[in-house]
């Protein structure tokens, strides 16, 4: 994660990142979670 994170800030661009693991939600900078079908942003 933390190679996606670097890259994507050198390039000055976004990634998307779907997962389970609440660990991973440290390397975001935003992050939006579904619950029953609805985004919470």
Same mark, same amino acid.
Do not use: P, Q, Y
């Given at each position: 994660?933390?190679? =996606? $994170? ?6 000055? &661009?976004? @990634? #998307?990142?779907?997962?389970? *693991?609440? $660990? =991973? &939600? +440290?390397? @975001? *900078? $935003? &992050?939006? +979670? =579904? /619950? *029953? /079908? $609805?985004? *919470? #942003?």
């Amino acid at each position: 994660m933390e190679l =996606i $994170r670097n890259e994507m800030k050198s390039r000055r &661009t976004a @990634a #998307i990142v779907v997962t389970h *693991d609440d $660990r =991973i &939600t +440290h390397f @975001a *900078d $935003r &992050t939006v +979670h =579904i /619950g *029953d /079908g $609805r985004l *919470d #942003i």
